[in-house]
């Protein structure tokens, strides 16, 4: 038979175990606790997002018909309901055909051959790209209520008004 060999005694003592294993049983606790908090974020981060985007959207709003009314209604009419020199943009059928891409490049560029001016800093305007996108967003919020105005086009002045 062989002959058991003497075991050596332990290199670490038993105290220095039971503390890493304290150590261990903590840490995984804590990611425990962290998962489950990624858990309940991530079910909670849809609606926060939502709600972050309807306050956006209404900050949005707000300061785009600010902007509008200090620098666009002299030409466009309270509301954008059309003005002696400017077109209708209260008006279902602009809204309708035309994109927030295209009414930001119009705002943006300006439309040149009218009086309507650049107003974006890329094209020595004075408004910021943020700006211009606020304004988009005001014209956009009067579609639900804006009316039927099929020449749109035409000024206050030459459709008759």
Not at 64 to 78: I, K, N, P, T, V
Not at 100 to 127: K, Q, R, V, Y
Not at 155 to 160: D, E, L, M, P
Request: with cysteine; charged share 20%.
């Amino acid at each position: 038979m062989p002959r058991e060999r003497p075991q050596p005694e332990p290199y670490e003592p038993s105290w220095l175990e039971r503390s890493l294993n304290r150590y261990l049983l903590a840490g995984l606790v804590f990611m425990a606790a962290l998962i489950a908090g990624f858990v309940v974020y991530q079910a909670r981060e849809s609606s926060l997002r939502a709600d972050a985007a309807r306050s956006q959207l209404a900050d949005y709003k707000k300061i785009g018909r600010s902007l509008f009314d200090a620098s666009c209604a002299q030409c466009h009419g309270d509301n954008a309901s059309g003005g002696a020199s400017a077109p209708t943009l209260n008006s279902k059928q602009f809204l309708a055909t035309t994109s927030d891409a295209e009414t930001h490049a119009l705002i943006a560029g300006g439309i040149s051959g009218t009086e309507m001016p650049t107003w974006s800093l890329d094209f020595g305007g004075t408004f910021t790209d943020e700006q211009v996108s606020q304004i988009v967003t005001y014209l956009r919020s009067l579609a639900p209520h804006a009316p039927s105005v099929p020449d749109w086009r035409q000024s206050g002045k030459a459709a008759g008004r």
